[in-house]
């Protein structure tokens, strides 16, 4: 045991109990096995070894059983931490993604672009009007900068000191690079504001000649307070960290401050929980690095989840007990099977334990029969009985606490990457309404589309407008690569201008009525349009959503149309899907909108439009389903629904629900069976009542007289002999002579098909004809009393001579035992 895991056995109720019932139970054996030494005759002491060998793993196993309930707990901790530190990360670089490509933007602006070649106080208002413009639709920044070829502020939105300004350490990168600067640090620029992240792109004059630059201050407080509010909480720290690990923001600044440098293991996936020691404080942490977006992989910086042991094991009980009252009592739970080592190890050690059990009884009831010891081994044997069912019974509440802890954890990490996927969602489509918006400000092209409705359609006014408009749409396109198209259009929702692959468009090419007449119906520079998601010539047939602002009369309100941007959804939104699984994941994703449609899917097998009837239930359902079934699959379910980001689907008045569904392929356990009711013959259960062992083999069930059983042991089989029946050979102990004996599969020999893995049977040694032999069945059943015997039914079978029995009490709810004479068995 780690030092975490030894920790949380203590403080748990749930461990607590669980040690104490097996504690008192193997007291219990204890007290057994001393009273069998007692009571049983000398050629029983077989069975006592059993019984101590029994005991003795069941103490091991019970050991490693709850420490393995404890290092579940922590695990399932452990990777909701790393979940929400993955989604931090991820969710931080894909915002500053969409940074990169805003700065290249505006840089080449019109009206900021004549400014700075030519600064004129009377159109420094303008120009400002036109920042803050831009600023509240990117709600992101919180200052932009205009600065001269000399590095000098000319202009921004917040108020300055006048004087010179020092020029920035970034200045002469960004002057020679044809793309953006990443700075974060303090800055000239910002003097006093302590570490500040800009983004920063060269204006250049027309002739190629540097102009100035343009600085975009990104609003890192309120966005990582957004992310800290959605991930974090009360009891989770969050922290942001550069590529020494030293803080650069914290979620709770009162327990790691900024500057601080935690002792924090490299960032990374960890098989075991890990622990940290800080300010007296112990820690379960998780540190992440980000996955990256489209090659980018942000300023280098890395995100940590951390919650202290004492609120860990406040967390841990929490959970415990919704496993223990939900899903360890949900049915769905039993029905699946996991691939996971460590419970299949258990389950197959308590099995093997199980076993042993139903063989001491086996065994002991059939040699309290043979010796006549039945008045000082009935009671014993009857304890054991009883003891076992409790044993059992408590290791399989143990493992099915232990499998509900493993698949609550594999839920609940669906369900974080589900958020994130949603969130994912919210915030790049939060950057397509400020584009359309933005860009429907822009002058030239509304001069063009003016140009494009005075004019006569074949006049060269008319197809030079046309050709620069096409243009311009083909920068921005080039710069925002997540549209299929932009275009603009007229009055009449007529496309007359697309940024790209404008031949393969139909000429009757249109925008919807119905979205043209709500953009057109749009008053003042804030407001938007959006589609529903449906199929559009922009996007070449495919589903899209159309993001629309108008686009208005130079100096006027009058809209002369409007601009659209085609979001290229088929491959957008599959991509934000498959960055959203787990690592290392078999999980597939799905977009649905709240009619259970599908917008987008990472399996082929869920089209894009289709409104399968078990993804339409799992939103039906009144509480969210723990898994589901599809093509003959399992699969456990997280699930989100969009939420907003900022203004967007918050206050801007637009809303669409979207709901993400991740499925995690699982497969279903094997049946249980079900206990066997045998048949209970009238018979007066006195001295001389013939008792026979049930045993099961292929569908049948047989008994073995006492008289002829020896032990029931565990199958340790050597090679068979050339050209004999026998399945393999087997060393037997008895009264000091070492038996090698012929071991017989008994599904062969009652003409039903062979064992398919004889080592998983169970051995019985049988007497025949004053020889021995060794008969493999598939599992022990019981000890049954019957006399006398009835002829089976049609009468003796000469084919079948060892069959020379038959009992069946008459009931339809019983299964009829066949009695077996060993000494039949050598005429085949």
Known sequence: MNTATQTVSPRMPSLQKLEKTLKKLDLSWKVIETTARVVSPPHAAGHIATLEHTRQAFSQLAAEMVEQIARTHLENRQHDLAARAQVAIDILVRNLFERTADVGFIATDAPLVSF?????????????????A?????????????????????LGLQPRAPGPTPEPGWWGQACAASVYVEHYGSSPLFPGQGPVLLYAHRILAPDGRLAGAVVLKFDLASELASIFAALGGQDTVLLLLDAQARVLASSQGNRLARHEQPALGPAGAVDTPVT?????????????????YQG????????????????AFDTLQ????????????????DELALDHPQLHRIVARARAIEED????????????????????????FAEIGRTSKQTIAVFDDAIAELKALLLAGRRAELAAHASLAADIMDRNLYERANDCRWWALSLELCERMQTLQDADASSAAASEAATRAAEILAHLNSLYTVYRRVALFDRHGRILAVSRDAASLPEDARIPAELVQRTLALRGDQAYAVSSMQPHALADGAPTYLFCAPLRKPGGQDSLGGIALAFNCADELATMLKDSLPPASQALGVYLDSQGQVLASTDPGLAVGESPAFLAGLLAAQQPAARCDWQGQSYLVGRARSQGYRE????????????????SPVQRSEPVQAALQLPQPAGDGVAGTGHFGVVQCGRLRFGLAGAHVVEAVEPRLA???????????????????????????ACRLTGQYAMVRPQDGVAIVLRRRGEFMVLLVDRLIDVIACDPVAEPPGGLNPDAPWINGYIHDGLASTEPIFTIDPNGLHLR
């Open 134 to 154: 831009y600023r509240a639709k990117y709600t992101v920044y919180d200052d932009i900068l205009v600065l001269d070829a000399q590095a000098q502020v000319l």
């Open 276 to 292: 940290l020691r800080h300010q007296s404080v112990d820690y379960l942490y998780a540190h992440c690095a980000t996955r990256g």
């Open 719 to 745: 090679a068979a002999p050339v050209a004999s029946e026998a399945v393999g050979l087997m060393q037997y102990g008895l009264d000091g002579e070492n038996l090698v004996l012929p071991v017989y599969d």
């Open 296 to 311: 980018y992989g942000g300023p280098g910086w890395t995100a940590a989840a951390l919650q202290s042991l004492e609120q």
């Open 116 to 132: 700075v070649m030519a600064p004129q106080d009377s159109a420094a208002g303008a120009l400002q009007d036109r920042l803050q």
């Open 318 to 333: 929490q959970t415990a007990a919704e496993a223990t009252d939900g899903a360890l009592n949900d049915a769905a739970n």
């Open 648 to 663: 967007f689907k918050v206050s801007d008045g637009y809303r669409e629900d979207v709901h993400t569904l991740l499925l």
């Open 357 to 380: 059990l139903n063989r001491v009884i086996w065994n002991g009831k059939l040699t309290e029969t043979a010796t006549g010891n039945g008045s000082a081994l009935g009671p014993l």
